[in-house]
């Protein structure tokens, strides 16, 4: 579930940045600033709802599965 929670928040980034395409920087770093802010929402959003609606979900692994799968995309991103 952790691993899906950082999905889920990271499609919504793409989707928000990829949206328009703009030539002006200042549209450009204010897309990626409010598409970050909407991420960080959706994320704890995300975990909250978890841990409501699956009590018997360890709440250790369902942060070090988000950990994981945030490690494996910023590792990947070094990579290129």
Known sequence: MGGAIALGGSVIYA??????????????FRRHFRAEMVKVFITAVLFICALVLFPSAATVW???GF???????WFSLLAV
């Open 15 to 28: 989707l928000m940045v990829t949206r328009g395409n703009s030539g002006d920087a200042k549209v450009t």
């Open 62 to 64: 369902l942060i070090l």
């Open 67 to 73: 950990a994981v799968a945030t490690l494996a995309y």
